[in-house]
């Protein structure tokens, strides 16, 4: 069974940086994109970030030259560090991988269940 479990979120200051961690575990057989995505309350979800197998990256406009995606092809694990953080970047943060599980045909998007980052004085 596939799981993918998000962690480092909590609160900070304005200006402030954190750096969230998402680790896929399971039966995989490969991973091929990986995103962060993030929920205000009140808000429909949206795509923050997502990295391909061959590490190309995309940024939604408001977080570009703040947010910086990685991953760790090795660990099955994708970093989302978050800079200048502003009260705005409030919400729930959550992982998806696009990714083929053993003994499956078809890849599929798996969800962790969201990590909670609060950006306030």
């Known amino acids: 069974q596939v799981q993918l479990v998000e962690s480092g979120g909590g609160l900070v200051q304005p200006g402030g940086s954190l750096r969230l961690s998402c680790a896929a575990s399971?039966?995989?057989?490969?991973?091929?994109?990986m995103a962060w995505h993030r929920q205000a309350p009140g808000k429909q979800r949206e795509l923050v970030a997502n990295?391909?197998?061959?590490?190309?990256?995309y940024y939604v406009d408001s977080v570009k030259g703040r947010f910086t995606i990685s991953r760790d092809n090795a660990k099955n694990t994708v970093y989302l560090q978050m800079n200048s953080l502003k009260p705005e970047d409030t919400a729930a943060y959550y992982c998806?991988?696009?990714?083929?599980?053993?003994?499956?045909?078809?890849?599929?998007?798996?969800w962790g269940r969201g990590t909670q980052v609060t950006v306030s004085s």
């Open positions: 998806n991988a696009d990714l083929l599980a053993a003994m499956t045909s078809t890849s599929m998007y798996y």
């Open positions: 990295i391909t197998s061959g590490g190309k990256t």
């Open positions: 399971g039966s995989i057989f490969s991973i091929y994109a």
